[in-house]
Structures are given as C-alpha cells and as structure tokens.
C-alpha cells in the first residue's frame, strides 16, 4: 500500500505537471495571436500589390478603342 507521502509526492508532481501546462497554452494563445496579426498585415500587403499590379498593366497596356466599343457592343 502506498504511504500518505507518496501520495502528497504523486499530487505535488500532477499538480506542478498542470501548471506548467497551463503556462505553455498561455504562451502558445499568446503567440497565435502574435501569428495572426502578422498573417493579417501580409494579406493587407499581398492586396496592395496584387492590385498594384492590376494597375501598372493598365498603364503598360491601356485599352484600346475598338476593344472597349467591343466590350460596349456585348451589353
């Protein structure tokens, strides 16, 4: 049979175990968060120049007369 302080030992360890459990998911909600704003700022900028690009071949490549009366004559 297991002595009263095998088992304080068994509980202090258990006990210990769960707090530094504990501490490791607060760090980790820490971290996603840290994780998201900085995937939330490289969508902004991935959006940014995605579009910028759009626009640079516009100017590159400006519409063209007979295509837009083409477009025009469609609707």
Known sequence: MATDSSIWEEQRRWLRMKRELEKELEDLGREETSLMEELSRVEEQVAYYGSL?????????????????RSLRRL
């Open 53 to 69: 690009v759009g626009d640079m071949k516009k100017a590159v490549d400006p519409p063209k007369l007979g295509r837009l009366l």
